[in-house]
């Protein structure tokens, strides 16, 4: 009988997980719907994270009750991985070697806003040199905190910086594209969503590469230890599929419309737990780090996209720092080249993957050496 315990435990663990994504749901998809009756850009992810965070935070008895479970997450971003791929064809990737200028720019930025934010908060802020780059670093969240758990005792104040970055990053882009493209362009941009392929018209045969690419290329990536396997896995192995023309898949409604309530249903759950009177102090600071790398972003951004023949929205895009899956996300939504993007930020983040182990030993040693 002592076997059975932890299947009983992992099985109370899912149908609390379910409840809390029954919950998060039917949140998401109802203020999903408002937004889109309102004519807001990307309805359901501005609704998903809106709603959730607004009565999550409204109703602390509700918060336990609210989230998105890590097993639920990872095959809504195994499929994202392989719907990013299918943009790198071979006219995309033939074009790929122009956009070193911007690249460029982009990783220049990304130093300079990293350095800015972390002497802001070292000195003036007296932040600990390490709490202070890990909440400073524009990018790699998950694995910014799973460091800052093992190297800070403040994780936390490391999660609510990288949480308010994003949440600026989902807030400020859909608004931007009614500001600068207009009504019109919001319109085109939800009829776009409504448009997309259903799940029910894809051929069996590309509905099983679907599924194929995204767990074949989780499990390809687990074996050469890729970071961000259950990502890079798929977007790999669905870029060679799409570039040697194997298979060409569309992008499908459902799994978008999926992929919105999930995200965004997650980082509104996350916000509405963060405790404001507890963590005034922090949220300040992260709130004024937020505006500075995204300010920064913004100007290079608009420079670059004067110069080139790249609109604002679309330079803003492959520019700012608002978490891989997201951004990705507003892209499928708006229609933009997501190749381009997907180039940019998939160079930004591995720049920051190299860094953070990096200078999280640079930072131990010194710490060491201080001590003694």
């Not at 992810?45 to 997450?73: D, I």
């Not at 093992?150 to 994780?155: I, L, N, R, S, T």
Request: aromatic share 10%; hydrophobic share 55%; glycine share 8%.
């Amino acid at each position: 009988m002592a076997p059975a315990q932890p299947v009983a435990t992992r099985l109370d663990g899912i149908k609390r997980d379910l409840g809390r994504l029954g919950v998060t749901f039917a949140l998401a998809v109802v203020t999903g719907v408002i937004f889109l009756k309102l004519g807001a850009p990307a309805p359901f992810l501005m609704g998903s994270l809106f709603g959730v965070w607004m009565v999550g935070a409204s109703l602390p008895k509700l918060q336990p009750h609210l989230g998105v479970a890590r097993w639920f997450h990872i095959p809504v971003v195994l499929g994202l991985g392989v719907l990013i791929g299918s943009t790198f064809t071979t006219s995309a990737l033939a074009h790929a070697l122009n956009w070193w200028p911007t690249v460029v720019a982009m990783i220049l930025v990304t130093i300079a806003v990293t350095a800015l934010g972390y002497i802001v908060l070292t000195r003036g802020r007296g932040y600990d040199p390490m709490l202070a780059f890990f909440c400073a670093i524009p990018g790699g969240q998950a694995e910014a905190i799973v460091l800052a758990r093992d190297h800070v005792e403040k994780d936390y104040v490391v999660a609510l910086f990288h949480l308010i970055r994003v949440a600026f990053v989902f807030l400020s882009t859909p608004l931007l594209l009614g500001f600068v493209e207009g009504t019109a362009a919001v319109a085109d941009s939800n009829a776009k969503l409504a448009n997309m392929p259903s799940l029910l018209d894809l051929p069996q045969r590309e509905l099983g590469l679907f599924i194929a690419m995204a767990i074949g290329g989780y499990l390809l990536a687990r074996v050469c230890r890729l970071p961000l396997p259950h990502l890079f896995g798929p977007v790999a192995v669905s870029t060679i599929a799409h570039a040697a023309g194997v298979v060409a898949l569309p992008r499908i409604y459902e799994f978008v419309m999926l992929a919105q309530l999930s995200i965004g249903g997650a980082v509104g759950a996350r916000l509405a737990q963060v405790q404001f009177r507890e963590l005034v102090v922090y949220l300040r600071d992260a709130t004024i780090n937020t505006v500075m790398i995204l300010s920064l972003y913004f100007i290079a951004a608009l420079a670059i996209a004067a110069m080139t023949d790249r609109g604002i929205l679309q330079m803003w895009l492959a520019f700012v720092p608002g978490g891989l899956y997201e951004v990705t996300l507003l892209t499928l939504i708006f229609g933009f080249d997501i190749a381009y993007v997907a180039v940019h930020h998939t160079i930004r983040i591995m720049l920051i993957f190299i860094s953070m182990p990096v200078m999280a030993r640079s930072f131990s040693h010194r710490s060491r050496s201080t001590t003694e």
